[in-house]
């Protein structure tokens, strides 16, 4: 693939959104390409994340393993971005990622995103405001539940 299509697929990513093409292409630059065939682990559950990674073409599953058991919590496909949270801060993976079909993949280290958010200053308070706003909604969200889960 090239350069360009790799500025395609990023442009898709929901979490890229208002990128201009050469914020994008450094994105892309800098991006590191995996292909790995169906079965193959793209990270395991638990263990610590310093990239996000964004399906170029396939499917991969996310499992979590509770105890003995492992559950699908869910399949994607071309334009997904794996690990978002990864890009923003220190954390671990709460789930397993496995090729379930040949993919491609593109990797985007933390220490990349960092230099794109210092490098564009106002797509980082726009992301700002838009987790902000997310958080918030999240919030709300769970004390809706709330009444379900007390006594």
């Known amino acids: 693939m090239s350069l360009e299509s790799d500025i395609a697929i990023l442009r898709n990513v929901p979490l890229f959104e208002g990128l201009a093409s050469d914020q994008l292409r450094l994105l892309a630059f800098g991006a590191e390409r995996r292909r790995l065939a169906a079965g193959e682990i793209v990270f395991r559950q638990d263990a610590q994340a310093d ?36 890009l923003i801060t220190e954390t671990t993976r709460p789930a397993s990622a ?28 726009g992301l700002h405001e838009r987790l ?7 919030t709300w969200q769970i004390l809706a539940l709330e009444d379900r889960f007390s006594g």
């Open 51 to 86: 990239a996000g990674f964004v399906i170029a073409s396939g499917t991969v599953a996310l499992a979590r393993q509770g105890g003995s058991q492992q559950k699908i919590v869910g399949m994607y496909g071309s334009g997904t971005l794996l690990g978002e949270l990864a």
């Open 98 to 125: 496995k090729a379930e079909t040949d993919c491609e993949l593109l990797r985007i280290t933390r220490s990349l995103f960092r230099r794109m958010l210092e490098e564009y200053p106002e797509y980082a308070a």
């Open 132 to 138: 902000k706003v997310q958080f918030a909604d999240m």
